[in-house]
């Protein structure tokens, strides 16, 4: 994990290409109140091992564009150099480092003068060595590509050489990257196809030319110690915006007219077919024929007659193949994510080996959490503890609390020779005046009240720091005394996308009730194609601001594609009850774990699990009735406004 930015001055812009609504040059935006060392600030809390800055300048005389990388202690912006002709390229990188066996700094450089910022893992297309940086590897690959412009895609016939879109396809796994590609005068940037990583961009307005890329919103000084202030309206002004999930070039050179420096920006489509065939997101088979429904009704019959209780793994003989095929694929993307050889080995030296937890679960106990923690257990060295972080706004009454300890008893039985350890993290939204205000700037430029429940409760869990049991939950007496505690796991797993492939919010039952299959489809489309933009964005930047690293096992390019390849029927019958039709198949994967309990458990969202929309409603508008006579999840959050 890492955070990248870069500053982008002295380049008349132009992005009309990419037709987006931003793209209006009249459009106006809040001014810019963060400082350099905001911004520096804001990147380290992502990236705690290391932080350094590099900039690109270029000079422009006639025709022709030079450039050098200049040193990181000078830290004069370009508009203050008041030289028409010259530009910079200001990157910014800070480090979490989880893969190496050596200390990494960004930006990366070499001899070629080209500059990478790279927040991202390489888990799948490539072949790494276990020893190997990912950042590292892609410079190197990167250095490798076309840069005559006479390619865009695969390899180019005029050099023989692979193109950056067709190298940056080839990932598996999230990214974000910043390059500069010297040889060719160009900037590259992107994100993965799903979103994985955040990546925030400020266009070029006409109040405000400067353009900017950030992994995070960084706040001022003065925005942190200003009281927060929640209201029912903000304004339509904002700095910021989500980068849409693409591979994007800015080729600078000169103008003919005056010299000025320019750059056009253009979008580049993925070129590997198998991943433009996930982002269409099109299902095989979606209505059932009246023998399909029947056949799925007499498998489900004999699972429930045969069901018995067997040890963890254990398959039952009814349950389709399908669902092995994604219990399969499943495990292995725990297994690529939690690969013990991928962790930096600085993390772990001098620590005693059953002292060190590698690897946490956002865990509420419900469906998906459950079957991350299962499937983590067996993909990891039993010597190490396993940390499983629960939030609360309501101690011991919420339902995620109850059920994180109902899931922990369940756990201890299908892996009883496992140390897990619950991490209760207790929080009273009304004394989190000033976290909240922080967690705002986290979420942005996401602006609804609910957007801001979900980020404080990410915010507080992922920081691990709560509370444990003194002795195991096991024994009978339950007056155990809570010892203070603070998770040190770096990478966390996280189970978005579940949901929104599986048929698990209330909306796609409306969706089927109105629409049958092909409603339920189109709508479970819409949402993995807005993912980017509605979620990940957000809980990308709210997890990584405490330094830990979310990884979303769901959302591996491979699970999607089994996913998609099953019937929608085999997914999902929401004409059945909740916590049985609704993500259907995931139910049958936590059956073949042992896990019975957990696989009849209802859907319910952080923000109602934890309790902090019920607070959060009593906080901004008085009670929970009036909160939903307002609508207040979707409500928009006025900032007290610092903007000058």
């Not at 909160?627 to 000058?644: L, T, Y």
Request: a negative charge; hydrophobic letters at 35%; charged letters at 25%.
């Amino acid at each position: 994990m890492c955070g990248i930015a870069l500053i982008v001055s002295g380049i008349q812009i132009n992005i009309s290409s990419l037709q987006l609504n931003s793209a209006c040059p009249t459009r106006q935006t809040e001014k810019l109140v963060f400082s350099l060392e905001d911004l520096k600030a804001a990147l380290r809390r992502r990236g705690p091992d290391s932080l350094r800055t590099k900039k690109v300048l270029l000079q422009s005389s006639g025709e022709k564009l030079s450039s050098f990388i200049e040193e990181d202690d000078d830290d004069t912006l370009c508009s203050e150099r008041e030289d028409n002709n010259r530009a910079e390229l200001h990157f910014i990188g800070a480090i979490l480092q989880l893969r190496g066996t050596i200390p990494l700094v960004q930006p990366l450089f070499d001899v070629s003068r080209n500059v990478l910022v790279y927040n991202g893992e390489i888990f799948g297309g490539f072949h790494l060595a276990s020893d190997c940086n990912d950042a590292e590897f892609l410079i190197q690959t990167l250095e490798k590509c076309c840069s005559c412009g006479s390619c865009l895609t695969g390899h180019c016939v005029t050099c023989g050489k692979s193109s950056i879109p067709d190298v940056l396809s080839t990932i598996k796994g999230p990214w974000a990257i910043i390059y500069w590609q010297d040889s060719s005068s160009t900037l590259w940037f992107g994100r993965d196809a799903f979103g994985r990583r955040s990546l925030l961009v400020h266009w070029p307005t006409e109040d405000d030319s400067t353009f900017l890329l950030s992994s995070v919103s960084p706040v001022s000084q003065a925005q942190q110690a200003s009281e927060y202030e929640a209201h029912n309206e903000i304004g339509s002004l904002s700095y910021w915006e989500e980068l849409p999930c693409g591979i994007y070039s800015m080729h600078v050179g000169t103008s003919n007219l005056n010299g000025y420096l320019v750059g056009d920006v253009k979008m580049h489509e993925y070129t590997n077919s198998m991943l433009n065939e996930l982002i269409k997101w099109e299902r095989i088979s979606v209505e059932p024929r009246s023998e399909d429904l029947e056949t799925s009704r007499r498998q489900d019959d004999s699972a429930s007659l045969e069901a018995v209780p067997c040890a963890a793994g254990g398959a039952q003989p009814a349950i389709p193949m399908q669902v092995h095929t994604l219990l399969n694929v499943l495990k292995e993307s725990v297994s690529r994510r939690t690969s013990l050889y991928t962790f930096y080995q600085e993390v772990i030296s001098g620590v005693r080996q059953e002292k060190f937890v590698p690897v946490a679960v956002l865990f509420s106990g419900g469906l998906d959490s459950m079957i991350l923690a299962a499937l983590l257990d067996q993909c990891l060295d039993p010597s190490y503890e396993i940390d499983l972080l629960n939030v609360s706004f309501d101690g011991e009454s919420a339902p995620d609390r109850k059920s994180a300890k109902a899931g922990l008893k369940e756990l201890k039985r299908v892996a009883p020779s496992r140390r897990w350890r619950l991490v209760e993290i207790d929080a009273d939204l009304s004394d989190l005046v000033f976290e909240t205000t922080h967690v705002m700037s986290l979420i942005n430029p996401a602006s609804t009240y609910m957007d801001l429940n979900i980020g404080i409760a990410l915010w507080l869990a992922s920081g691990g720091d709560g509370w444990v049991s003194s002795v195991n939950t096991n024994d009978k007496d339950t007056n155990h005394a809570r010892i203070k505690y603070k998770s040190s796991a770096r990478i966390l797993l996280v189970g978005s996308g579940a949901d929104e492939q599986c048929a698990g919010y209330g909306r796609h039952r409306t969706s089927y009730r109105w629409g049958s299959w092909l409603g339920l489809d189109e709508e479970m489309k819409l949402d993995m194609q807005r993912i980017w933009k509605r979620n990940l964005g957000r809980d990308d930047r709210c997890i990584a601001d405490n330094g830990k690293e979310a990884r979303f096992p769901f959302l591996d390019e491979d699970v999607i594609r089994v996913l998609l390849n099953i019937p929608l029927w085999e997914v999902a019958q929401l004409d059945q009850p909740s916590g049985i039709g609704d993500k259907k198949i995931l139910r049958e994967v936590a059956e073949l774990l042992g896990l019975y309990e957990a696989a009849v458990l209802p859907k319910r969202a952080i923000q109602f699990g934890s309790r902090i929309a019920r607070e959060s409603n009593k906080k901004n508008f008085g009670s929970n009735r009036a909160a939903n006579q307002a609508s207040a999840g979707s409500v928009r959050i006025c900032r007290k406004s610092n903007f000058s």
